[in-house]
């Protein structure tokens, strides 16, 4: 019976995290889940990406530090930024030549975020340059607006790309996904660049909002600049985020409804877990007594 038991639980466990594993990856370009759980660093999920280091900025910051993780599961682990337009906390990774997507192509950005309503702008993924904001960028405003802001050193417009209010989520109790694609049209009627972008919240394949980003010049060939990566703050180091961020995905292409719906894993494969690693020690000390 205790066999049966053993192999109930370990096969509960070996699917629920095939459920949480089983997300749209085959263009994946970085991913980061913050597991560590303490430590100055934080690894990429794929090799050959430099660790983010965890750091502060201006004289009153501090180094972002390690939460539970969205999943509420042992082991998950999360980071928690305080900061404002002056001072704050962040996490950054050197590695180039992953970010420089194709203004005619296409990537998508997704993170678990728990925070508040910001008092000021806020960068929560980006690769905007110091000094330059030339990149892309998810941004938070003091208007709970969350956006998706494209520039280009070639046009030197920073453009909204898309907004979506995101002030009901922002309790700074619970967690939301926030999923953000965008696409490359090419060349409209009038010989300029458009691109498509959507804007998806909590797993659902119906996104909430959806716009087209004209460009106002033919940048055909062209590409966003090769930066690093900055989590929880600009990267002019300025304008830090307060709140807690999860599972930060970058792809290379634009991601389908049913793509950004399989990174929110349903509730019950939680659930699965749970039972799975309760059950397995409860297995064990049934056995020793």
């Known amino acids: ?32 889940d913050f597991n560590e759980g303490s430590g100055t660093t934080t690894a990429a999920n794929e090799t050959g990406i430099d660790d983010a280091t965890l ?4 004289t009153s910051g501090t180094v972002p530090t390690w ?24 996490a950054s990774s050197p590695t180039i030549g992953l970010y420089d997507f194709a203004v005619d192509g296409g990537f998508s950005v997704a993170t678990w975020l728990k925070m508040p309503k910001p008092t000021d702008t806020a960068g ?16 938070a405003y003091g208007s709970g607006q969350i956006k998706l802001e494209l520039n280009l050193p070639s046009s030197g417009v920073t453009y909204p790309g898309i907004t979506y209010n995101a002030t009901s989520l922002m309790d700074d109790i619970d967690w939301f996904h ?25 797993g659902d394949p119906t996104p909430v909002a959806s716009t087209t980003v004209d460009f106002e010049a033919d940048l055909s060939g062209q590409s966003f600049p090769d930066n690093a990566l900055y989590l929880g703050v600009y990267g002019d180091k300025q304008r830090g985020l307060t709140g807690s961020m999860d599972s930060v995905r970058i792809f290379d292409h634009t991601l389908t409804g049913d793509e950004v719906a399989s990174l929110v894993p349903e509730p019950s494969t939680y659930v699965l877990l749970a039972i799975a690693l309760l ?10 007594s």
């Open 279 to 288: 059950g397995l020690p409860l297995l064990r000390r049934r056995r020793s």
């Open 55 to 58: 750091a502060a900025f201006g």
């Open 124 to 139: 929560i993924v980006n690769t905007f340059a110091p000094g330059g904001l030339y990149g892309w960028g998810l941004v």
């Open 1 to 32: 019976m205790a066999m049966q038991i053993r192999s109930l639980c370990t096969a509960v466990a070996v699917l629920a995290m095939f459920c949480l594993t089983s997300t749209a990856s085959a263009e994946l370009v970085s991913s980061w």
């Open 67 to 90: 939460v539970a993780g969205q999943s509420g599961t042992s082991g998950d682990h999360a980071l928690d930024f305080v900061g404002i337009r002056a001072y704050g906390g962040y």
């Open 178 to 202: 926030v999923a953000v694609t965008y696409e490359g049209l090419g060349l409209d009627g009038d010989n300029t660049t458009t691109a498509a972008l959507k804007f998806y919240i909590n």
